[in-house]
């Protein structure tokens, strides 16, 4: 059994070296663009913190102000079509 | 626009409690999580309701007194406000309710039998369901007098169903909703934080003021549209 399988990773062992290689250069590649981004350009950081609750809140602003703006237009047409009566 | 300061006051009140409302520290309840913030959303559409029934209740009070239209419309906008305020707290009550009440050996759908007789919802959709009331009342009656005076009777007869629905009866009985037997969390000293409460009560006020803000829209709306069909 033992002889078996080590045949078969001999047979292998030259296809799976390249995919090794392959898989460590594509990897350090990710992680030096992630390190290098994550330590050189500064980013709106303080969207990305404490699990992005910012961004919730951003986006119900985002539908407030949304629903605000759409009351106060409603409200200025009403003033026209009272002053015009 | 008219008289413009407290809509301002209310849309900064709701910017405080979106903001606010999400970044405060607050109780680890371990049933409730994060889910406690609701407080400043679910709790409030009811608080607005209440507010904006009571309005309704005066108006239809001061129409039987004075006989003034503007008081018949006034009481059936704000009626009709309170109601989108109860069915936005019972669905973001359902969807809370999903996520902290469901019991965890049973499959979320076989759960719902034991939600379904908590007396707090029976109590909150037999409110709106006498609100409802109201509207179909108001509208099957032609006679424009006639219909503002009964919808004005009927409205005080809605309003004195209202505390004893919400209240009192669910007060009495055993409930997985706060604000059953044991009390009022909301708004009891001891059991809501002192932290909770800053951002609680002015997020009442701020919900408040935007349900009037779109009620004083429709009623001046539909004393315009009056003034074209009597021209």
Redesign the interface.
């Known amino acids: 059994m033992d002889r078996y399988i080590k045949d078969q990773d001999e047979n292998y062992s030259g296809t799976k070296i390249v995919a090794m290689k392959k898989l460590i250069a594509f990897s350090t590649f990710i992680i030096i663009t992630l390190v290098t981004r994550a330590q050189d350009v500064k980013m709106a950081d303080v969207m990305k913190e404490d699990g992005k ?1 910012y961004v ?2 951003a986006v ?2 985002t539908i ?1 102000a949304g629903l ?1 703006l759409y ?2 237009r ?3 047409k ?2 026209k ?2 002053k015009n ?1 | 626009m008219r008289k413009s300061w407290w809509k301002i006051l209310g849309v900064l009140l709701l910017v405080y409690t979106f903001i606010a409302g999400l970044l405060i520290e607050v109780p680890r309840n371990p049933q409730l999580q994060e889910t406690i913030r609701n407080l400043f959303f679910h709790v409030c559409m009811w608080f607005g309701m209440m507010i904006l029934f009571i309005v309704s209740f005066v108006r239809a009070i001061m129409y039987l007194r004075t006989n003034k239209p503007i008081h018949d419309i006034a009481s059936r906008q704000y009626a009709g406000v309170g109601i989108l305020f109860g069915l936005l707290g019972y669905l973001t009550g359902a969807i809370w309710m999903s996520y902290t009440w469901i019991d965890s050996n049973k499959s979320i759908f076989n759960s719902f039998d034991t939600i379904a007789r908590e007396p707090k919802l029976i109590g909150a959709a037999i409110a709106l369901l006498v609100y409802a009331a109201y509207l179909v009342l108001r509208d099957s009656i032609q006679d424009i007098d006639k219909r503002a005076r009964i919808s004005a009777v009927y409205n005080i007869f809605a309003f004195a169903m209202l505390f004893p629905s919400i209240w009192i009866i669910p007060r009495l009985l055993d409930s997985l909703h706060p604000g059953g037997s044991e009390g009022n969390p909301a708004l009891d000293p001891g059991s809501a934080s002192a932290n909770m409460r800053l951002v609680f009560y002015p997020a009442i006020a701020g919900w408040t003021l935007i349900g009037v803000w779109i009620a004083t829209l429709k009623i001046r709306m539909k004393i315009i549209q009056e003034q074209k069909l009597s021209q």
Request: proline fraction near 0%.
């Open positions: 609750i919730v809140i119900m602003l407030l605000v009351l106060v409603l409200d200025r009403i003033s079509l009272e009566k």
